[in-house]
């Protein structure tokens, strides 16, 4: 590519194209090295491991059991509701995530005084710990001294008061208004840089063709946001999905599974279970699960990019 | 774009505040209650008074046994990490923008694979390995740990940045006689400078939050970060809310400090890596 024109000398300049060739590969090796040696291996061996007995307190002696783990995990009535779980929770986030996304990109291309403001600390609650936003709504959301509690009781509406995570109908609720916490401004931001690379011709021709807000909408800035659009729900299936942290921490996966998703059941039953095993069968299943709902949304994308 | 009439100017304004008050409320109610003593936290009143304010939250939280241990823990494991992650993520987005590798589309598959792997199944494998490599529980076990994780992202995302720099340039430079490592130090280092800084500031979130790793492959106090010690103030100190969120404010601070340099570049930063 960029190797420089041939000298005429020969032994010299021979030696130098293979330096020259192989020095491209010492670059990226300690790279290659990092992700095949830290997350390939450790995945095929996860793999290999989700066909075993491995447990924790023995990880040395490990025997192939078939696919024992696999007919067990599918029989576990824990582990279908934290399926359960985990598909809504991915679903009802990326949705709604796409959809306030949309809205607050509207309100932040809009040429009003102070928008640089809202604009540049929109993207502050991606960037905080997920500990700390965790910390942050458990006590937002606290029995006796919470500012929702306090604020219901002092409009005269104590009797909606609650113990908000230790409640089962709030607790999975509070977990997606967390993510959308958390994602809702990355979507905004996203999209509204993708906003303003939109022609703004095509919003003059349509006016003049007498098309209104709604109209532009659906036919100008909805056509041209697909992809990035595409693209947010590919990287927040995966996050989303993946996602351990907000559960974990924030109630554990109670009260009574009310919250349990797939991460959560699995880490349990990996290191306080210590069925090592039996977990790697259900990470292999997210896996697949995934690997199924990425490969769908890319199909989208490539047939998009192709119109 | 032509300015807006009053009344929708109106509708926006009020379009933001809901959204912003659902966003900052969180954040803004913590930092109020991190200066309340402990019996303003727990008055049932919004607002407190002024004599209520107080530092001692912030005094007595660092009095508390090892949290100033996982502050340095912290702070040494993502400054490291985003140190390596640039430096060795440069070298590989400088291989794969600027030479003819063999593969080179079977690299950017396997560096891009590990971004869609369940971190609790690479994790089982993870803590095996670094057992059998002695590693567990250590700075350096973490720092890779990390490392790894980041890597993989922020590989793409400099070879986006270092494909749009024109070829020309590294040319030049070459002819002058700088030398291919100095072509990239010196000419792409500066040119991409925004890349970087969205790469290293993107490491040092994900290490700076990390729990689910540090769970696992940190033991004792030695090694145990932020996440972990606000995880196990949370559980332990029950009911002073004042030291748990003068901790947490503590954990935040970098990173806002750190989104306050980088906010401009953020976004373009994180989405070149996904569209390219």
């Excluded at chain 1, 991915?90 to 809205?103: E, K, R, S």
């Excluded at chain 1, 401004?185 to 690379?197: K, L, R, S, W």
């Excluded at chain 1, 800035?221 to 659009?229: A, E, G």
């Excluded at chain 2, 407190?48 to 939250?57: I, M, R």
Aim: with cysteine.
């Amino acid at each position: 590519m960029s190797a420089a024109p041939p000298s005429g000398k020969s032994s010299l300049a021979l030696w130098q194209s293979l330096a020259r060739k192989s020095f491209g590969y010492w670059l990226i090796f300690p790279t290659l090295a990092v992700i095949l040696g830290l997350d390939l291996y450790p995945t095929i061996q996860g793999i290999l491991t989700s066909f075993t007995n491995q447990s924790l307190i023995d990880p040395g002696h490990a025997v192939y059991i078939g696919l024992d783990n696999y007919s067990k995990l599918l029989k576990d009535p824990v582990f279908q509701v934290a399926l359960v779980h985990s598909l809504e929770l991915t679903f009802l986030a990326v949705v709604l995530q796409v959809l306030l996304g949309l809205i607050m990109a509207h309100l932040l291309i809009q040429n009003v005084p102070g928008i640089h403001f809202f604009r540049s600390v929109a993207m502050i609650t991606w960037v905080l710990p997920i500990i700390a936003s965790v910390v942050m709504f458990r006590f937002i959301t606290l029995p006796n001294y919470g500012f929702i509690n306090i604020l219901l009781k002092d409009l005269g509406l104590g009797r909606l008061a609650r113990n908000w995570f230790g409640d089962e109908k709030w607790a999975f609720p509070l977990v997606l208004i967390m993510h959308l916490w958390r994602n809702v401004p990355f979507y905004a931001i996203a999209f509204m840089a993708a906003m303003q690379a939109i022609p703004a011709d095509l919003y003059e021709a349509a006016r003049i063709d007498g098309a209104g807000d709604w109209r532009q909408f659906w036919s100008i800035t909805l056509p041209n946001l697909r992809y990035i659009i595409l693209v947010m729900v590919v990287l927040h299936v995966t996050f989303t999905f993946n996602n351990f942290d907000f559960v974990f921490l924030s109630t554990g996966g109670g009260p009574v599974n009310a919250t349990d998703v797939l991460p959560t059941y699995i880490y349990k039953q990996a290191w306080n279970g210590y069925a090592l095993g039996y977990a790697s069968a259900g990470g292999v299943i997210m896996l697949v699960i995934l690997v199924v709902l990425v490969l769908v949304c890319n199909k989208f994308i490539k047939g998009l990019s192709e119109q | 774009m032509r300015r807006p009439f009053p009344i929708r100017r109106i509708v926006i304004y009020c379009g933001l505040s809901i959204f912003y008050l659902f966003l900052l409320l969180p954040i803004a109610w913590l930092i109020l209650s991190s200066f309340r003593n402990s019996d303003s936290v727990q008055s049932g009143r919004l607002l407190p008074a002024w004599s209520e304010l107080t530092l001692q939250n912030y005094l007595a939280t660092f009095q508390i046994g090892n949290f100033t241990t996982y502050v340095v823990n912290s702070c040494v494991i993502a400054f490291s990490v985003m140190l390596l992650t640039v430096f060795l993520g440069s070298l590989g987005a400088y291989s794969l923008s600027r030479f003819a590798l063999r593969g080179k589309k079977i690299f950017m598959m396997a560096a891009l694979l590990p971004q869609f792997f369940p971190y609790v199944l690479i994790l089982i494998p993870f803590y095996v390995l670094m057992s059998n490599l002695n590693l567990v529980d250590t700075h350096v076990g973490l720092i890779l740990t990390h490392t790894s994780l980041t890597l993989p992202f922020a590989l793409w995302m400099l070879t986006g940045y270092f494909n749009a720099i024109p070829m020309e340039l590294d040319q030049a430079a070459l002819i002058d006689g700088c030398s291919r490592l100095g072509v990239l130090f010196r000419i792409l280092y500066p040119v991409a400078l925004p890349g970087l800084v969205v790469a290293g500031f993107f490491s040092f979130v994900v290490s700076w939050g990390d729990y689910l790793f540090v769970s696992i492959l940190s033991q004792s106090n030695e090694t145990q970060t932020l996440p972990i010690g606000l995880q196990t103030f949370m559980t332990s100190l029950r009911v002073q809310w004042g030291l748990i969120t003068a901790g947490t404010v503590v954990a935040i601070v970098p990173t806002v400090i750190f989104f306050s340099i980088v906010q401009r570049r953020l976004v373009s930063g994180l989405t070149a890596g996904a569209v390219k």
